[in-house]
């Protein structure tokens, strides 16, 4: 299939670089498109060529197939329908070698990086040869970008719906969908037509494959119809063990149980996945992990180690009884509702950046109660100052390291500061990334 063959890649970002290094490796020959014309090829190989700005007439022709990265659109391009035209992800699952395990697929719109990251910590307490990626991290063609590169025993793969469209056959042991929530809709026609490509996944399932879905999610529930494999359900509500799914899993507080098969409770008290937000994705990431034959002693060993994602309700340091967290990846007020609600209280909010034009209401009233006071940063501190009026103490510190000197300054043993910005980086940062790294270093140098 790949020999001296012509393909031809639709993107040079992470997942079009992998997939060319994956065909350059099987001696195939690589035609790269980037409509960017600024691109710059990312190696050399006598076998690869690159070509930028529009798509020239005809790039498929003389292709063995066409391999389109995730950010492409499908209305971008108009490929005829006798040639072959699939994502990233499933040239992964065409190139997976003898002997490779199956892969457990995790989709939604939110929560899909944290799940994957917790069952990739679940799974290799058991089965350590485990590879975790795809829209998360590594692109899942890098799993096997060498041919001598040996199987992996188990493939854990967080997949958007931008690469769901593109999947033909690539076939998904336990295949999850943690919740619906309207995105994307400059890419698709409508939130139903969203949730029509988050639900592929569960359209290449076949015999002795399951699907774990999120019950508390009414949209969630009308895509699982679409399985034709046993799905499995997990809530909050005790209320809802449906008999219409093959088993469920009910969380309360700090536990969640099963209630089919061996009856078992499991603790969830890591900070690193407080919240009701991440009790949902520990129930998720356990039934696909006790589903795909992982025992109940190494789920609770995972549980209890997973270290978390950076940026998002991130552990800093505990200073004189005061808890510093960075939630910097909070990029818009609904994030940073999340983070709040995942808090006892006692909480001195660092807040501000670029804004979005959302409101900032919700946050006042999710703060009610909750948090001792705001400390704003960046080009929104006006507004977000407006906002909050008189409902609890203001303070401007203007930049980051300020808000940390004046939170360092105000808050008391037992209190919280959390960065959690409810809005972009970029007037003050590179990215998220950097605002969060500049935080946990200001933090970690306080005396």
């Known amino acids: 299939m790949f020999s001296d063959r012509k393909f031809v890649v639709i993107g040079l970002g992470k997942s079009g670089v992998a997939a060319s290094r994956l065909l350059l490796d099987r001696g195939a020959r690589v035609l790269a498109l980037d409509e960017n014309v600024g691109a710059t090829a990312p190696f050399e190989h006598p076998r690869f060529e690159l070509r930028t700005g529009p798509f020239p007439a005809g790039f498929w022709e003389g292709a063995e197939a066409v391999v389109v990265s995730p ?7 108009q490929v005829p329908a006798n040639v072959q035209c699939f994502g990233e992800v499933e040239l992964a699952w065409r190139t997976m070698p ?3 395990g199956p892969l457990l697929g995790i989709t939604g719109t939110n929560g899909k990086s944290t799940t994957t990251a917790l069952l990739g910590e679940l799974v290799k307490q058991q089965e350590p040869n485990t590879f975790v990626g795809g829209n998360l991290g590594t692109a899942f063609t890098r799993a096997y970008e060498s041919s001598a590169t040996p199987p992996y025993a188990m493939h854990v793969i967080e997949l958007s719906s931008f690469q769901l469209e593109r999947v033909t056959t690539a076939r998904f042991r336990g295949a999850a969908i943690l919740n619906l929530t309207p995105d994307h809709l400059d890419r698709y026609p409508s939130h139903e037509a969203y949730g029509a490509a988050k639900a592929r996944i569960f359209d290449t399932q076949g015999k002795g494959d399951f699907a774990v879905v999120n019950i508390d999610d009414p949209a969630v529930v009308g895509l699982s119809r679409r399985a034709k494999v046993p799905v499995y359900g997990f809530t909050l509500d005790a209320a809802r063990t449906n008999p ?3 088993g469920v899993v009910v969380g309360s507080k700090d536990k969640f149980i099963f209630t089919f098969g061996k009856l078992t409770a499991f603790t969830v008290k890591n900070r690193a ?6 009790l949902r ?4 990431a356990a039934l696909l992990a006790r589903l795909s034959g992982i025992g109940d002693d190494a789920i609770q060993r995972g549980l209890d180690s997973f270290p978390g994602l950076a940026h998002r309700l991130e552990f800093v340091r505990e200073r004189g009884g005061v808890e510093w967290i960075n ?3 909070a990029t818009n007020v609904d994030s940073s509702l999340v983070a709040l609600g995942a808090l006892p209280g006692g909480v001195w909010l660092i807040a501000g950046g670029k804004g979005k034009g959302a409101p900032y209401q919700p946050l006042v009233d999710a703060a009610r109660g909750k948090v001792k006071g705001v400390l704003t940063i960046g080009a929104d501190a006006p507004a977000i100052a407006a906002a909050f009026g008189a ?5 401007d510190c203007g930049t980051l390291q300020r808000a940390v000197e004046k ?3 105000i808050s008391t043993a037992g209190d919280t500061v959390l960065l959690s910005p409810a809005c972009a980086s970029y007037d003050q940062f590179q990215h998220f990334e950097h605002r969060g790294d500049v935080f946990k270093t200001l933090v970690n140098a306080l005396p």
Request: one cysteine or more.
């Open 327 to 329: 939630d910097s990846k």
């Open 98 to 100: 003898a002997g490779a």
């Open 391 to 395: 409902s609890c103490p203001v303070h």
């Open 71 to 77: 950010g492409v659109p499908p209305s971008k391009l």
């Open 407 to 409: 939170a360092a300054e």
């Open 281 to 284: 994705n520990a129930m998720a």
């Open 244 to 246: 219409g799914f093959s």
């Open 273 to 278: 996945l407080r919240g009701a937000h991440n």
